[in-house]
């Protein structure tokens, strides 16, 4: 398509209001005093964890399943033992919020075009090298000022400010599990639905559950080796294939990206390995996001990912049959846009943050009439 | 290059440059006191063990070694343990004791800083907090933050608390005897955790290389002048929250300028209390310390965990 006078105004003027909605709701939340110790009270119980004995609990809400001694906290550190209860500490206390457009996330198969409410708390389950987050991902919640926000006030923000969606994103929304739980409840009340944008790093039953309250999943697939899983991330990667299977099974709209790293994850033939896995056990449809590195937090030395790398893998991934393959963090690319598997005509038209959709009426191409698969209103 | 990459890179430079390569005390024997006391140990007794133990230690006079060691202009940082509250944490009548031999050798009040991670620990375990004013200073690095440069260093990327960068130019680490339900025990080295800002991501493996790493960084090994164990009040099992009933009082102080030595000690005495109550040992339970005996390496050589190279003296 060529951006038209009146297409690229529209566009801009929606990029502004994302810009500055926010300031107008700045003031809605207050900041969480940084001093104030929450008292047990103030506090919200966590789900998903076992009593045992000598007041010790295992969290079961990740497959890190921490054993947590009283007054000790889970390695994702916003989860405390407190005499044998265990609580979130982050529970109501975003430490950021803005308002996205959802390709951001990216879901590109998600209401294309639409804003999401997209909130974070602090604190990860993993530590990956690349974290480009790593300053809210990898602190503490005293060690952050947070805004206090409930549920109801994230819903009503998100419906005031024109977002479709509540996205729970930035950091890893799994160690936030029962504010996001809670505000997506609060969101679908108010017609705002709920996007989770994932490591996938998360114990089966706590994700079914989460489920029933989500609208569509991101997983951020980290690589598929569990070399890199282990050495890159501290974590595994048997429990997010796991979780994408259910993913699957549970039918729940989810897409994938894949961030390429120079050296490490890069290889033509882990990439096809992925590849025949995604479409053995999840099928051809899953979109699927090879995004660009940068150097970040502990990973420095690397450059960049060479936009042919990029390119290799999308071939790689077209080659063996998966139908929604993009290419992330290189504004202006072709692969950015999404196209009809069948005919090959252009459906959705993307310039970075930029989307206009052009070829698909009610979830199905406007030219050949494929069923184009995804949440389309 | 601004301000804060130059510091940071000086950190760095000081980290990967000969210091780390310098056997610190590893090749020589290393020498750790164990000052026992008996009855009501207040703070007069407790500076009696003290003394007892740094004679000893260092051969000379009590009052002479800390005039040798600190002085006018030092900022003197006592580093407690108090995440377990009034119960397991390092004892005020301990740190009275040294503060006051500080002020003795001429270190200022003011220049006296006792810390750990929060106020509210320190308030928890007993401290009342104060920072300005002419007397002793005693807060948590959330009073001042985190110096802002990631450090990254072996196994272990964090910030650091200010107090301990920024601040202080001398340290002594007053960490407790204790055990530890994932690293096996948490003594001197594992105090330093207190000193990061994601001590959560170092425990997997029982804290093995990670509490080791951490050690080697020249700001915590330099600085770290003296390590003081407060045995007072020990715990064998069930840490790090305090656990009454696993609790005895050894009534003692562990002293040594060879951190892994006296990590290494303290951990064989929790071994020996476990056996003699009928737990199983730290190995068995699947959390044998080993990271003492990486601190060790010819990677590391922080210090001694061979105990043919460790002179245990008890007075
Ligand atoms: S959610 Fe946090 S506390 Fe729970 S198992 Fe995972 S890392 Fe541990």
């Known amino acids: ?377 | 290059m601004d301000r804060r990459d130059f510091l940071k890179r000086a950190i760095l430079g000081a980290a990967l440059g000969p210091g780390l390569l310098r056997p610190t005390i590893a090749g020589t024997r290393s020498r750790v006191v164990v000052s026992v006391g008996k009855g009501r140990l207040d703070e007069g007794a407790v500076g009696v063990l003290l003394d007892r133990g740094i004679e000893v230690l260092f051969g000379a006079k009590a009052k002479d070694v800390w005039q040798e060691l600190f002085g006018p202009g030092d900022v003197v940082g006592l580093k407690v343990n108090c995440l377990a509250g009034r119960g397991m944490s390092t004892r005020k009548e301990l740190v009275g004791a040294v503060a006051r031999r500080l002020i003795s050798a001429g270190v200022r009040p003011e220049d006296i800083v006792i810390w750990d991670r929060a106020n509210a620990d320190l308030r928890k375990a007993g401290y009342r907090t104060n920072r300005g004013g002419n007397e002793l200073q005693c807060y948590g690095t959330d009073e001042v933050g985190y110096y802002p440069a990631l450090i990254q260093h072996m196994s272990v990327g964090s910030l650091f608390s200010r107090i301990l960068i920024e601040q202080c130019t001398k340290v002594i680490n007053l960490p407790v005897l204790k055990d530890h339900g994932i690293c096996g025990v948490t003594l001197g080295m594992k105090n330093f955790f207190g000193a990061i800002h994601n001590p959560n991501k170092y425990h997997d493996n029982a804290g093995d290389p990670y509490i080791a790493d951490l050690n080697t960084l020249p700001f915590i090994r330099q600085k770290t002048v003296l390590t003081i164990l407060d045995g007072l009040l020990a715990q064998y099992e069930g840490g790090p929250p305090y656990m009454p009933q696993w609790t005895w009082p050894f009534g003692a102080l562990l002293l040594s300028k060879d951190v892994v030595a006296l990590d290494y000690t303290g951990w064989q005495i929790i071994e020996k209390k476990r056996a003699e109550k009928g737990l199983p040992s730290l190995r068995e339970a699947g959390r044998e310390p080993l990271y003492i005996l990486t601190a060790a390496d010819p990677q590391h050589r922080l210090g001694n965990a061979d105990p043919s190279l460790i002179e245990v003296i008890y007075v």
């Not at chain 1, 449809?285 to 060479?306: A, G, I, S």
């Open chain 1, 1 to 377: 398509m060529l951006w038209t006078r009146r297409s690229f105004v529209k566009v801009t003027l929606s990029a502004s209001a994302a810009t500055f909605l926010p300031c107008l709701v700045r003031s809605y939340f207050p900041r969480f005093p940084r001093e104030d110790d929450p008292t047990d009270e103030s506090l919200t119980e966590a789900r998903h964890y076992e009593k045992l004995p000598y007041k010790k609990i295992r969290c079961v809400l990740c497959p890190r399943e921490c054993v947590v001694d009283d007054q000790e906290r889970g390695y994702c550190g916003v989860r405390e033992n407190r005499g044998g209860k265990y609580y979130t500490l982050v529970y109501g206390k975003p430490c950021t919020w803005h308002v996205d457009p959802i390709e951001k996330k990216p879901l590109f198969h998600f209401l294309p075009g639409t804003k999401a409410f997209s909130i974070s708390t602090v604190g990860c389950n993993v530590e990956c090298h690349f974290c480009q987050n790593w300053q809210i991902s990898q602190i503490r919640p005293e060690q952050s000022t947070d805004y206090i926000a409930s549920p109801l006030e994230i819903a009503r923000a998100a419906y005031y400010t024109g977002c479709e969606s509540i996205a729970y994103t930035y950091a890893e929304p799994v160690i936030f599990y029962e504010y996001m739980y809670d505000c997506a409840v609060e969101g679908h009340r108010r017609g705002v639905r709920s996007v989770m944008i994932s490591n996938g790093y998360i114990n089966p039953e706590p994700m079914r559950q989460l489920c029933d309250v989500l609208d569509a999943v991101k997983i951020d697939f980290k690589a598929y080796t569990e070399r890199f899983y282990s050495n890159v991330c501290h974590g595994h990667l048997r429990p997010v294939l796991d979780t994408l299977v259910l993913l699957k099974e549970i039918g729940i709209w989810f897409e994938m990206v894949y961030l390429v790293i120079p050296t490490l994850n890069d290889s033509p033939d882990e990439i096809r390995s992925m590849c025949r896995w995604i479409i053995e056990e999840l099928g051809p449809d899953v979109p699927l996001h090879f995004t660009r590195f940068f150097p970040q937090y502990k990973l420095r030395n690397l450059p960049p990912t060479p936009v042919k790398t990029l390119e290799r893998a999308w071939k790689i991934a077209k080659g063996e049959g998966l139908n929604f393959v993009y290419i992330g963090n290189v504004p202006g690319h072709k692969a950015e846009s999404t196209y009809c598997p069948s005919c090959g005509r252009r459906l959705i038209y993307r310039i970075g943050y930029m989307t206009e959709v052009e070829g698909l009426r009610d979830g199905r191409c406007v030219y050949c009439g494929r069923e184009i698969p995804g949440v389309w209103k």
